[in-house]
Structure formats: structure tokens, C-alpha cells
């Protein structure tokens, strides 16, 4: 059980009884390094946890001396409580943290000695990016060429390897139209100190130059953190690995937990080489391997472990149980995503029938996207239902834009709607255009489409700007006409295309860009299920009105990035298909490498189940508006035979019934074929009118400005008013000439 062996505890501690003796000496070992390596449930999140109890409770050290480093904020907390658990006392002054927060925590006190100042601001991706926008202007970079996007996550990848633009190897450089890219990267941190803000990198990168640079900085931190603890070891990347060996060097208290089969950050620059290097950063460090899990029960764990044994490059381990055989894997072959859906969601109504708490079950998927039917699924059935780390399908910013464009369709006067996209993608109007809309439309009681459709015949706004504004409102004239006849998914499609929304995606070099993307496909199909577009924005309001409940039992879906640690009694993972699970960008991106980090997922998945895990595979989904059949996923042949029972779609063992689906398609339920048609014809009713209320021609303005009087105008100086057509004036300007602009904007000269 143990690889270097560690005597049996010499104190019989309370805390220590309810652990495994490979457990407990991971805890009473609190001097110098340890490594526990080990599979999934073994116990390593609970041996970290009492370790810090421990720790205090002996009397070794006090509170303030522990820093305990975990991988999320929700972590952190549950470690927090749990500490205080054991210990029966609330534990104020202990650290325990993502490394971003606690890097950040300490980068206040010290903010000084890298340049900043403590009230330093912490930039989100969208500053990010504009900051590198703007460098890249700076160097007369074509960004078309070289977007941001692509030189942001260059840059990203260098701060994840402890790299500040002087220690960037050259053969990492590259040519960013006539700049390289390690001026670029030189120019955006320079920007950075600048703005007194720092990015998430930042964080960890002036981390290093902080403690490289100042070792009484460094010595103050060594002394006060005389323990320090680390929880998902494999997923650290390599400027979080430095930043804690230069903490951990003097004393060498560092225990890191962590299972390199569970390795699943790889994309974004985590090492599991870091296992590999502790070992011998740490010379003399004990390395404990637990066996034991604790979570599942035997034909889960059997599943997950053959699977994972299809990776070669890993440590290997053997896991055992002592919870018995349980249930059987169910592998279970649907007819399409609609059927995955409705399966997934008796099966919770079922159990709810049952008594179970919905906390129990959870939906992991592999991509973001895919919540959206098991959302919708649970909401119709009234199942309440989170997402956990992340948002609901229906909140994500590119659902929100590409609703917004829908809903200006639908709905010309919704001026929150036009106000989210008028300027997305970037079209060069800024705020200053924004506020002469809000002006006109405060001054004509119109909304901010008609007040742009009015501003775009005047000379208010530059010409460039008023071209652009004109396309715009022209764009949506003629989606709005195209919208009275073509099917809803259609006219989203081409919307979507059209405004150059999801081209601006496409041209996003960030990891998140083909989620979103994904996202937008998504809801497309979505809309496929209504032939018109206000019956879908109806639904989608009810949806999500009927989503805010405040139940506190509620059941989890998330990716399976998000389920990291946790686990649930019952975990159904969905999309086992080829191309979505293993993903089929990380094998293009990749090779095996990429595969055997999907391989990786799908193991943390199936070891999230304590009690029963149901795959399913889709035998088609729908992909771009056409069908698409689906090869069931590789990894549903690694499973083993014997611990896995085969099902159709009614969860009847194959062999015993009819086709997967069959007879079950017809009944899909469709929310929002309900709708009253009385609902549909108001807004169509409304569409069909002219979105510009047109003015009445008037001689004179409410104001008195009539034709032959003499104004002033802010911009264009004096003139005289050539003819009045409602609140637009033509007037003759003595230095600016012929000029249409509004009643609003002159004065009585
Ligand atoms: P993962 O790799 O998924 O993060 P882990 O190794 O951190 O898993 P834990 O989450 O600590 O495992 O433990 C898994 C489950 O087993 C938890 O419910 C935990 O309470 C339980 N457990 C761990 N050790 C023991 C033990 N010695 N006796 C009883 N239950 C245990
Ligand atoms: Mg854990």
C-alpha cells in the first residue's frame, strides 16, 4: 500500500480512526514532502482535510501556518467546514484557496515591488483583449492577420510556464506582422503595470518575481506557512509548481495529493510532469499510493479502470472495494438527443417517485453545449435543477447576444435587446453614438432602432458611422420581412451569419471560443422546434422564468471539467458518441495525446458514481440543421462486457425489446407547441408595422425653429433653417453648409 514504509502512527488520535493506515500516515507525516498518488475516491481530498485538523489539533502548529491550495473556490470552502468539523472550532486565520486567489491575496501586500499598486485591478478576458488590441494598433499589427485573440493566448501559455517576456526562449518567438511576438507580449505587461492591473496570470507570474526578487519577501512567507497542502496535484501547471517549491524550499512541509488519471487540464498548460518532478525536487519525499476506494461500488470501478488502462503513458495503479459488486455500468443506445433527454429524465423523475433527493443524481457532459436539452428537459418536468460552474444554457453571453439580435427582430422596441448588440461584433459605434440614439429616442418617445433610423438621415453622426448604423437598420428591416415567412431556425441561422456574429467567434483564438460556438449550433436547434421566432423567444422567457426557483435539493449538471472531486450516487454521462466524447477537435489538435486526455475525462467521470452510472449514446443528432448518425463512442468498447449491462432505450436489458426508440419518437415533447395562438398574432400584429413611426411634416418645431429663422448648432456653428420635416431640420450652416440635423441639437440663434 505504501511504496517507502512509514511506521503506524505513534499517537492514537481520534481524528486518525476512521482512516485506512495508508491514509493516516499520509496525515501524521507532517514533516518534509509527501505525495499521495492515488486513484479516484481513495480518500486523498479527506486525508488533506484531516491532515490540516490534525495538524492543529496536536498542537504542531496553529491555524495561521496552514496553506491549503485546492482547485476551486467551492472547494475551499467545503474544505474550510469541514476542517472545523473535526476540530469542533471555527479555524480563523487558515489559508485555504484556488492559487489564483491566494497568489492574488499576497500580491496586494506586496504589489509595490512588482510595480503595481495594491488596488491593482484584476482584468477579465474582454479587458484582456482590448489591451492587446491596443498593443497590437500600437505596432501596426493587422489584427485581421494576427487577431488578438490568437496573440492573447500565446502570451497566456508563456505566463502558464513562469515565462515574463525576458526569460521567453527565442524559439518561441514569432513574427506578428512587423512586430515579434515577445515585444508584443513585452508591450501588453508594460500596458499592464501601467493600468495598475494584473490578468490571471499575472497573478502567479508576479508571484515568482516577487519571491525570486525579494527573498525577505519570500522568507516572511516561508516562515508563516510552516504546512502547506495541495489538493488535484496532477492539474497544477508549471508557474503554479514554481511558485510553490520556492514556498515549500525551506521547510519542505508540502504534501500534494493528486491521481494522474485524472490529468484533465492538459489544454490549458497543467504538467502532469509536475508528479513526476516533485519526486525529485524532493529528494527523500515519501510517496504514498492508496488502493482502497471508498466511493464506488465494484462494477464501477471496474468499468472505470479497465478504461483508463487503455492510456499508455500513465503511473498505474490497481483499485479495489470493499462495497460489493453493485449495478452493473448501464450502457444504454438511444434513438436521437431528444430520446437521451426524455431517458435521463424519467429515470430522475422516478426517482424522485422513489423518495431519493434530486441531489443525488447528476448529468455530466462533455461540452457545455449539451446542457441545453437536459435544462429544458428537467424544467417541463418541474425538476430543479444547477448547473454547476458554470451558467445556464439560456445565461451564456453568446446566447444573450445572438437572443438580443432575435429579439430586435421580434420586438423593434426592445431597447435592452439593441442595446446588447448594436456594437456586437464591433462595428466602430461607440458610446458616444449610443448616447445621441438615447437623446433622440428620449426626445421623440421613440425607441433606439427608430431614433437610429431617424439620426442615420441627418448629419448628427459621422458619415462612416451613419453608413455603418444604416446597414444595421437595414439588416434588421430586411430579417424582419424574411422572418414573416421563413422557419425560425432559418432566419436565426442567418442572422447569426449575416451580422458577423458568429464569424467573430470563428476568428476567436481563445480555448472558450469553440463552446461558444457550439453554443450558438446549439441554440439554432434549439429554435428548430418552433416554425416561428416569437413563439421560441416566448418559450425561452418562460424557460427561464420558470428556472429561478429557490429549491435548495436540486440535480447537478455540469461538464465533466466541472465534477472534478465531487461525487453523487447516480451519474448519468450522455454523448458517448465519436467526435463528441472523445471530442473530436482535441484528437485533431492533439493526436494521442488528446485522446488519452478525453480518456482521462471519461474515467472522472464514471468514478464520480458512488452507486450507478448510466452512459448513453445517441444513435443520431441533429448537426447543423441536418441529421447526423453517430458512431457509438471508443471508449463504450473498452468497457468490459462483465461489468456492464447493455440497454435499449426503455432501459430493458437488449434482446429483450424492440428497436432502440421505436415507437418513442413520435411523442416528443415540444414546449411551446402549446402556445396560444392569440400570443402569436400581437406580435405579429406589431411586426407588421412600420418600425419608424413616420413624422408628420410640420413648418415649425415645438420649439418655435422655423423655416428661415437663424440657429446655432454645437458642432456646425450658425446657420439658417432651410426646411423643417418634423423634429429634422435642413439647415444652411455659414462655415459647414448643408447639413440635416435634429430639432433637439439647435438652438434659437
Ligand atoms: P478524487 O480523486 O475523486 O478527488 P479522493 O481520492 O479525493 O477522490 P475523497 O473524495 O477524499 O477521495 O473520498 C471519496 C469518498 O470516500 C468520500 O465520500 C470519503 O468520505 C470516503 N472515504 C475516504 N476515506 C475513507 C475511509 N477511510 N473510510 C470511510 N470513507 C472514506
Ligand atoms: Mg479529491
Known amino acids: ?11 492514537p488520535y481520534p481524528l486518525l480512526a476512521s482512516l485506512n493506515p495508508g491514509q493516516q500516515a499520509a496525515v501524521v507525516r507532517t514533516e518534509g514532502a509527501v505525495l499521495v498518488l492515488a486513484g479516484a475516491g481513495t480518500g ?49 486565520g487558515l489559508w485555504i484557496g484556488t492559487f489564483h486567489a ?55 501559455r508563456w505566463k502558464d510556464r513562469g515565462l515574463t517576456p525576458d526569460k521567453v526562449p527565442g524559439d518561441d518567438d514569432q513574427a506578428v506582422g512587423p512586430s515579434r511576438a515577445i515585444a508584443i507580449y513585452r508591450a501588453y505587461q508594460q500596458r499592464l503595470i501601467e493600468l495598475n492591473a494584473a490578468d490571471f496570470g499575472d497573478l502567479l507570474l508576479h508571484g515568482l ?22 489538493d488535484e496535484y496532477q492539474d497544477t501547471n508549471v508557474a503554479q509548481y514554481l511558485w510553490l517549491r520556492l514556498l515549500a524550499q525551506s521547510h519542505g512541509n508540502l504534501c500534494c495529493v493528486g491521481d494522474d488519471d485524472q490529468s484533465i487540464y492538459g489544454w490549458r498548460g497543467a504538467q502532469v510532469d509536475n508528479i513526476l518532478r516533485f519526486e525529485r525536487d524532493f529528494a527523500g519525499a515519501t510517496v504514498v499510493r492508496l488502493e482502497r476506494n471508498y466511493r464506488s461500488t465494484g462494477h464501477i470501478l ?83 435543477y444547477r448547473v454547476v460552474g458554470g451558467l445556464r444554457f439560456y445565461e451564456r453571453q453568446e446566447i444573450r447576444d445572438a437572443l438580443a439580435y432575435l429579439r430586435v427582430i421580434a420586438q423593434p422596441d426592445d431597447d435592452l435587446a439593441f ?63 424574411a422572418a414573416e415567412t421563413m422557419p425560425a431556425a432559418e432566419i436565426a441561422a442567418v442572422v447569426l451569419d449575416e451580422s458577423g456574429y458568429t464569424a467573430m467567434w470563428q476568428q476567436d483564438k481563445l480555448v472558450t471560443a469553440p463552446g461558444r460556438l457550439d453554443n450558438l449550433q446549439e441554440l439554432v436547434r434549439a429554435i428548430a422546434e418552433f416554425e416561428r421566432l416569437p413563439a421560441f423567444l416566448e418559450h425561452v422567457s418562460l424557460v427561464m422564468d420558470m428556472a429561478t426557483g429557490d429549491a435548495q435539493d436540486m440535480v447537478s ?55 450507478r452510472a448510466c452512459v448513453l449514446y445517441a444513435g443520431r443528432r441533429l448537426v447543423h440543421g441536418q441529421w447526423q448518425a453517430n458512431l457509438p463512442s471508443r471508449f463504450l468498447a473498452e468497457l468490459p462486457a462483465k461489468h456492464v449491462i447493455r440497454q435499449d432505450a426503455l432501459g430493458q436489458p437488449l434482446g429483450h425489446a424492440a428497436t432502440p426508440g421505436a415507437g418513442h419518437v413520435a411523442e416528443s415533447a415540444r414546449p411551446g407547441y402549446g402556445l396560444r395562438p392569440s400570443n402569436y398574432h400581437r406580435v405579429l400584429d406589431a ?55 435634429m430639432a433637439g441639437f439647435v438652438q434659437k440663434a
Open 419 to 481: 442595446e446588447r448588440i448594436y456594437n456586437q461584433p464591433k462595428r466602430g459605434l461607440g458610446d458616444t453614438t449610443l448616447q445621441l440614439l438615447h437623446t433622440v429616442a428620449r426626445a421623440r418617445g421613440c425607441s433606439l432602432l427608430a431614433a437610429a433610423a431617424f439620426a442615420v438621415e441627418t448629419d448628427e453622426l459621422p458619415p462612416q458611422r451613419r453608413a455603418t448604423l444604416r446597414r444595421l437598420i437595414e439588416s434588421f428591416a430586411r430579417w424582419r420581412q
Open 1 to 11: 500500500m505504501l511504496s517507502n514504509a512509514v511506521p503506524a502512527p505513534i499517537e
Open 557 to 611: 449538471i455540469m461538464t465533466l471539467h466541472s465534477a472534478k472531486g465531487l461525487e453523487f450516487d447516480t451519474v448519468f454521462l450522455p454523448g458517448w458518441e465519436e467526435g463528441v466524447f472523445p471530442n473530436q477537435l482535441a484528437i485533431d489538435d492533439k493526436g494521442i495525446a488528446g485522446l488519452e486526455e478525453e480518456r482521462r475525462l471519461a474515467h472522472v467521470g464514471l468514478t464520480r458514481a458512488r452507486r
Open 302 to 384: 471496474g468499468a472505470a479502470s479497465a478504461l483508463i488502462a487503455h492510456n499508455a503513458g500513465r503511473l498505474g495503479k490497481t483499485l479495489w472495494t470493499e462495497a460489493g459488486d453493485g449495478e452493473p455500468v448501464a450502457v444504454r443506445g438511444v434513438w436521437d438527443d431528444a430520446e437521451e433527454a426524455r431517458a435521463i429524465g424519467e429515470e430522475i423523475e422516478a426517482g424522485q417517485r422513489a423518495g431519493l433527493p434530486l441531489g443525488a443524481f447528476a448529468i455530466l457532459v462533455r461540452a457545455g453545449f449539451q446542457t441545453r436539452a437536459f435544462e429544458e428537459r428537467l424544467i417541463t418536468l418541474g425538476v430543479p
Open 687 to 741: 411586426r407588421a408595422k412600420p418600425a419608424v413611426p413616420l413624422a408628420k411634416p410640420v413648418a415649425q418645431t415645438p420649439e418655435g425653429i422655423a423655416v428661415g429663422g437663424r440657429v446655432f448648432h454645437q458642432k456646425f456653428g450658425y446657420g439658417r433653417v432651410r426646411a423643417v420635416d418634423g423634429d429634422k431640420l435642413d439647415i444652411a450652416f455659414d462655415k459647414a453648409g448643408d447639413k440635416k440635423v
Open 102 to 156: 491566494i497568489a492574488a491575496r499576497i500580491l496586494r501586500r506586496h504589489a509595490e515591488l512588482v510595480g503595481l499598486k495594491s488596488t491593482f485591478t484584476i482584468l477579465d478576458t474582454d479587458d484582456q483583449l482590448r489591451l492587446v488590441k491596443q498593443v497590437l494598433e500600437a505596432a501596426n499589427v493587422d489584427d485581421k492577420r494576427w487577431p488578438a485573440r490568437g496573440v492573447l493566448g500565446l502570451i497566456e
Open 44 to 92: 486523498k481530498t479527506r486525508v488533506l482535510t484531516t491532515r490540516l485538523a490534525y495538524l492543529i489539533a496536536t498542537g504542531r502548529t496553529g491555524p495561521f501556518s496552514l496553506l491549503a491550495v485546492t482547485f476551486t473556490n467551492k472547494a475551499a470552502r467545503e474544505m474550510a467546514e469541514r476542517v472545523a468539523q473535526l476540530l469542533g472550532r471555527p479555524t480563523e
Open 209 to 230: 518575481t516577487l519571491f525570486t526578487g525579494h527573498p525577505d519577501v519570500l522568507a516572511q512567507y516561508q516562515d508563516r506557512f510552516r504546512y502547506i497542502l495541495v
